[in-house]
């Protein structure tokens, strides 16, 4: 929805931006995985230009290509940013051994890799939907290195 004077207060005051999760995150692991790994927003985007998401590295790759269409709508980019950050987690969850599903105290979910190394890939989301970089793909390569 573009409604210019909203825009101009989100501006101004600062939009809240960002996902969290409270309660059972480290009672069902796996319940709060397939919760995040939903992205329904950046799984239709990608379906309309013909990106199979299949929680793949190549599948990152894809959405990097993608023309950001979504820049033109500030409240889309931000649930696409939401959405991108979660998605990019669940494949380094799903793909990187070792790596985890880790909730901040604020709510905030966040990946943990065996090095100890935690990833905010919704802040790296964000920065993705509303500037492309950094690449999701090289994000997951720096990840499976660490």
């Known amino acids: 929805m573009n409604i210019p004077f909203l825009d101009s207060w989100r501006k101004r005051h600062g939009m809240a931006r960002g996902v969290a999760v409270f309660g ?3 009672r069902d692991p796996e319940g709060m995985a397939e919760l995040l790994a939903e992205a329904d927003l950046l799984r239709g985007q990608a379906a309309d230009s013909g990106v199979r998401l299949d929680d793949s590295p190549a599948s990152l ?13 500030p409240e889309t980019m931000t649930w696409l940013g939401n959405d991108a950050g ?3 987690g669940t494949v380094i969850v799903r793909r990187v051994t070792g790596a985890r599903w ?9 990946v943990r890799l065996d090095s100890g190394r935690e990833v905010d890939v919704v802040g790296i989301g964000h920065a993705w939907a509303s500037g492309g970089t950094p690449e999701l793909s090289q994000v997951y390569a720096e990840a499976a290195e660490s």
Do not use: H, I, K, T
């Open 24 to 26: 059972g995150g480290e």
């Open 102 to 110: 880790r909730v901040w105290p604020n709510g905030q979910p966040v």
């Open 61 to 73: 790759e894809a959405l990097d290509q993608l023309l950001p269409r979504w820049r033109d709508d």
């Open 86 to 88: 979660l998605y990019l």
